[in-house]
């Protein structure tokens, strides 16, 4: 109780202000201001003068505060077409290289953050104001290269213009034709991709986002997004490209599926997903001198053209990044088939790279980025289970060619990830009762169209195959797996070897943990899955000493790899019965005890001599509640007690008994004696030799057997030792 009433009395202390201020006869507000603890703004001072300049403003710290805190004078007075005009140069046009360059671009920050400031008297007078307007477009008609700093600037204050005064902007700059070309001569500065992403996304109501999509697709930004992904252009224009075309599908798929059933498509989106769009960015890509950055950045807009939408509650290999969805444009699918044969040459013959050190030493021939992105190509295609895509990459022998890469670059876990998810596409394809029929539902989760013609969406699901033909071709594609590929005897030999190289004292290689899951899913689908019956044949087929090592592998070697990876979270305790693991049930009183207290004692009536009864009286810890309260704890703790007692010494669990509080109860120590104690364990400690006397005597009838001044004297010894702990 004491340690309740501790906690009471500190805590009130936080709450004894507000008490005084609620009671006390002066007003609060009186309070405030005889104490002076208010605070006045220098700025109120300074629009006391009439020749204060912006400058002036801008230097105190807490003019942005004061701006977005609707301070009136300080609006009305940034309002003024000279602040207005001021403001707008400051963020348009490059301090001089002469300042330091620590407070170089500081009143430059401090404009774009009042202008931004999302007021209203302000947005107002930008976004209606054409003069102000012009000032802003002619920051786009500079030379290139911007400066980083001043174009986010830039983009910043228009894109928060798009959101406020969308009508009034959109209208402006439709009226400029060169527009979209000036952005796009800039895009090599991030925040121009920035705001392209905001024409897109932020515009409201739909209707004027439709039309301001309509636009963008009149000035052809898409095709002219996909020619900046090209040998000639630099790299870092490229990367932008690549980076705003695969935001415009991502954002156009969201908004899509959010969309009501009879609004129009996006018209972007539908440009990027047809397949002459496709065909145009595969051509720049392989057209003219192979370099590694219109490679990459073209791959990456594929990939996220064959992106697919993860279902919830997937804990499998493909919530990693194995993600599928219901449909598929087939026009992607058709514009890169004839185009596999370079991706393959590619993995052959890669663009050149320069020898680099790593740290297990150095790597002459680096798999470079391009090929890590074909690798991810083709683990997506696999996923889409489009038979033409399958029966052309078997053809080409793709996957023969990724597993010898997997085991040559056995220190680039990115590779071997990505061959990991084309094994299991390949391993975990549907069976083709459980597919269901074609244009079940598109991207966006709708119903999809009816297609007479058979053209627009090829079918992929969780589980199901489509047809037989299709369904030939897989297993075609995983014959190829297990004979051509011989992915069986790979695994044998890698793993033999890495077991010699650490006789020898060498490291694991790095593909082990990677290999041990291509080895399991292989053992899994021979025991369950859809191609089950086609390799349990495939692995009979094997040379009979290939097959006896593959099976002495999985019962010993892989098993044991298992039990090793496998970590038990909890280490639990064997109970020797359920009885003895009763925890959870035991009446201990609620962590929250105090809390509550504490809360009761807080919404008591306060009165007027609140301060002069401030706290608890002594009296209030003597109630009879609080000494039943005590009793039931002392009763609780020798129960909990009773359970480590002899079995000669327990009682029937089951037996019918009154439950007394007052009465005694036998525990044991740490010591293995047994003892007996009478009221509260605190009274018998206190009263040490005459509680142990009267324990004697009231057990007489239990251990009579016993003698009684042994036991005494043990009890007492034990009572000692307990007091000296």
Not at 10 to 35: D, G, N
Not at 110 to 130: F, M
Not at 608 to 620: I, K, L, M, T
Request: hydrophobic residues 35%; glycine residues 4%; charged residues 25%.
């Amino acid at each position: 109780m004491n340690v309740i009433r501790k906690y009471c009395l500190q805590e009130s202390v936080f709450h004894f202000w507000q008490v005084i201020v609620l009671l006390s006869p002066v007003p609060a507000a009186t309070m405030f201001w005889k104490f002076d603890l208010h605070t006045t703004s220098h700025i109120d001072q300074l629009l006391d003068r009439e020749d204060v300049t912006l400058r002036e403003l801008m230097e105190e710290d807490d003019v942005l505060q004061e701006c977005k805190a609707q301070n009136r004078r300080l609006l009305l007075f940034l309002s003024q077409d000279h602040c207005m005009q001021e403001l707008v140069s400051l963020i348009t046009t490059e301090p001089p290289a002469d300042l330091e360059e620590r407070s170089r671009f500081k009143f430059p920050n401090i404009a774009c953050e009042l202008l931004t400031s999302d007021v209203s008297i302000i947005n107002d007078k930008l976004g209606g104001e054409e003069s102000l307007l012009e000032m802003l477009y002619r920051f786009l008609e500079q030379d290139p290269p911007l400066n980083p700093l001043l174009a986010s600037f830039f983009s910043k204050t228009i894109g928060n213009l798009i959101a406020r005064k969308t009508e009034q902007v959109i209208t402006f700059l439709k009226k400029k034709e060169g527009f979209i070309g000036l952005v796009l001569k800039h895009i090599d500065a991030s925040a121009m991709m920035d705001l392209l992403l905001r024409l897109i996304s932020c515009v409201e109501p739909a209707p004027l986002r439709q039309e301001v999509l309509h636009w963008l697709n009149e000035e052809k930004l898409v095709q002219r997004l996909t020619e900046l992904i090209h040998t000639g252009k630099d790299e870092e224009r490229q990367s932008n490209a690549s980076q705003t075309l695969c935001d415009i599908i991502r954002l156009s798929r969201d908004q899509a599926n959010q969309m009501q059933e009879n609004m129009e498509a996006d018209p972007l989106l539908a440009v990027l997903e047809s397949q002459e769009s496709v065909a145009g960015l595969l051509k720049n890509m392989f057209e003219g001198e192979r370099s590694e950055a219109s490679i990459v950045n073209g791959t990456q807009v594929l990939l996220t053209l064959l992106e697919t939408r993860r279902l919830e509650g997937l804990m499998d290999l493909y919530s990693q990044g194995y993600e599928r969805s219901y449909t598929v444009n087939s026009s992607i699918l058709n514009a890169i088939e004839p185009h596999l044969k370079d991706f393959q040459q590619l993995l052959l013959d890669p663009p050149k790279k320069s020898a680099i050190l790593t740290t297990v030493g150095v790597l002459e021939q680096p798999l470079g980025n391009a090929r890590l992105h074909v690798a991810r190509l083709v683990a997506a295609l696999l996923q889409t289970s489009a038979p033409s895509i399958c029966q052309e990459l078997c053809n080409l022998s793709t996957m023969d060619l990724l597993l010898d890469l997997f085991f040559k670059y056995s220190w680039n876990n990115f590779l071997h990830f990505q061959v990991e998810l084309c094994v299991a596409a390949i391993l975990n394809h549907p069976s083709s009762e459980e597919r269901p029929s074609p244009g079940l539902q598109n991207h966006d989760g709708k119903p999809a169209a009816s297609n007479p013609e058979g053209e627009g969406e090829v079918e992929v699901v969780e589980t199901g195959r489509t047809s037989d033909p299709q369904t030939s071709i897989h297993n075609a594609l995983v014959a190829h797996l297990f004979q051509k590929c011989q992915l069986v005897q790979r695994i044998l030999d890698a793993w033999e070897e890495n077991d010699k190289i650490q006789a020898e004292g060498g490291t694991r290689r790095g593909n082990m943990g990677h290999l041990t899951r291509i080895s399991n899913m292989v053992v899994q689908n021979l025991e369950k899955g859809p191609v089950q019956a086609q390799i349990t044949d495939l692995i009979k087929e094997l040379p009979e000493d290939c097959r006896g090592r593959w099976e002495s592998f999985v019962d010993e070697t892989l098993r044991e790899t298992n039990r090793r990876n496998t970590v038990e979270l909890v280490s639990t305790h064997n109970m020797h019965s359920s009885s003895e693991d009763d925890d959870m049930e035991s009446p201990f009183p609620n962590d929250l005890s105090l809390q509550q207290a504490f809360s009761d004692y807080q919404i008591q009536q306060m009165t007027a001599n609140f301060v002069d009864q401030f706290g608890f009286n002594d009296e209030e810890f003597m109630c009879v509640c609080a000494q039943a309260n005590a009793a039931a704890f002392e009763a609780c703790c020798k129960e909990r007690i009773r359970q480590f007692d002899d079995a000669e010494e327990e009682e029937d669990i089951w037996e019918e008994k009154e439950m007394n509080y007052a009465t005694q109860a036998k525990s044991r120590t740490r010591f293995g004696v047994s003892q007996t104690s009478e009221g509260s364990s605190l009274s018998s400690m206190e009263n040490g030799g005459r509680e142990r006397d009267r324990g004697s005597e009231s057990d007489e009838d239990e251990d009579s057997e016993q003698n009684t001044s042994d036991t005494g004297r043990l009890e007492a010894a034990t009572h000692r030792k307990l007091l000296n702990e």
